[in-house]
């Protein structure tokens, strides 16, 4: 495939990166293509809206004009059923690292960076990034558990889980349906925080240029926040 030929450094986009991409391009069909520009219309820097699009040309979604090949087609699946054909692209596009080693998405993070050094030729500065975002791959591909799924798996009693997963456990679930019942979750500042929306609402949100132009502006200040927020946990700890 000329685009593996062409981009062949694995991603080392960062997981929010990757997470807010896949939606994107799973939202609807692009066929005039996809650029840099598009993702920096939709909030990504520079750097970020260049990985993105070298992410998709590894994943072999993009052609090298930026045009969706036919397996763009898959990332508009629906729910698990997504999963068997987001592992066939992983296979592809990784394919000489499930050549090489088997099951690389079980090794441990040290394993698996010298694998993908051996394999890739990849700096220690790329295979910081390219490590997540492998797992992160593999996590839509049902080859590894999702972190911060809406599956409830922390234990109510844990005295270690953070406020995160405490917050999924709320009360509320005691009144009917779960909270996240029909709706999906667009993760801020690395997951601390989340915004629910209906399936509608979230295409709109990724569709409609004049929505994205004041969900840009919401994030930004939700980014402060987390900031904000981040910031007063330091000073509690350094008092």
């Given amino acids: 495939m000329n685009n593996h030929e062409r981009i062949s450094t694995p991603p080392y986009l960062s997981v929010r990166k990757i997470t807010e991409m896949v939606d994107l391009v799973s939202s609807r069909n692009y066929p005039e293509g996809i650029s840099a520009e ?51 692209i992983i296979r592809v596009a990784y394919k000489k690292l499930f050549e090489t080693v088997d099951n690389p998405h079980e090794l441990p993070k040290d394993k698996l960076a010298t694998e993908l050094i051996a394999v890739y030729k990849l700096s220690d500065r790329v295979v910081s990034g390219a490590i ?5 791959f593999c996590m839509y591909a049902g080859l590894k558990e999702e972190k911060g799924g809406s599956t409830p798996s922390v234990k109510k009693d844990s005295p ?3 406020s995160l997963p405490l917050r999924k456990s709320t009360p509320m679930t005691d009144k009917g349906a779960s909270p996240r019942s029909g709706f999906s979750a667009l993760p801020i500042a690395d997951g601390k925080l989340e915004l629910h ?3 509608q609402w979230k295409n ?12 840009r502006t919401v994030r930004t200040a939700l980014k402060e926040l987390a900031d904000a927020l981040g910031e007063s946990d330091l000073k509690g700890k350094e008092g």
């Fill in 38 to 88: 598009f993702f920096k219309n939709r909030g990504f820097g520079s750097a970020d809206a260049t990985l993105a699009v070298n992410t998709l040309k590894f994943l072999n979604l993009l052609k090298e004009d930026g045009t969706p090949t036919e397996e763009m087609s898959a990332m508009r699946i629906k729910g698990d059923s997504r999963k068997p054909e987001f592992q066939k």
């Fill in 132 to 136: 997540p975002a492998f797992y992160k």
């Fill in 160 to 162: 270690k889980s953070t």
């Fill in 197 to 199: 929306l209906s399936e």
């Fill in 204 to 215: 709109k949100l990724l569709s409609d240029e004049s929505i994205e132009n004041k969900w």
